[in-house]
């Protein structure tokens, strides 16, 4: 069973910086797409961020200009890079992965999420 492996998360000030990782525990056939998601306390979870296979990338809103996502093929990895936090991107982030793992079947993997904390 593939598992997604986040780290990264943690607290910071209003204005700071974290990066987020989640790494595949093993090769995932043909992946689609690889993304993040957040979900805040009370609210329902919400897309942030995917990059495609074909590196085309898609962004909430909220968070054009302040995060930028990227990945690595080679190791099934995907990255968040995320700047000027804000206390509004508090929250747990979930990394997804969406694959063909047979001509006519998708599976969407997740992560276990990652709390991100920004407050002074």
């Known amino acids: 069973q593939v598992q997604l492996v986040e780290s990264g998360g943690g607290l910071v000030q209003p204005g700071g910086s974290l990066r987020l990782s989640c790494a595949a525990s093993e090769r995932i056939g043909s992946i689609l797409s690889m993304g993040w998601y957040r979900q805040a306390p009370g609210k329902q979870r919400e897309l942030v961020a995917i990059?495609?296979?074909?590196?085309?990338?898609f962004y909430a809103d909220s968070v054009k200009g302040r995060f930028t996502i990227s990945r690595d093929n080679a190791k099934d990895t995907v990255y968040l890079q995320m700047n000027s936090l804000k206390p509004e991107d508090t929250a747990v982030y979930y990394c997804?992965?969406?694959?063909?793992?047979?001509?006519?079947?998708?599976?969407?993997?997740w992560g276990q999420g990652t709390q991100v904390t920004v407050s002074s």
């Open positions: 997804n992965v969406l694959a063909r793992v047979d001509p006519t079947t998708l599976e969407h993997y």
């Open positions: 990059i495609q296979s074909g590196g085309e990338t």
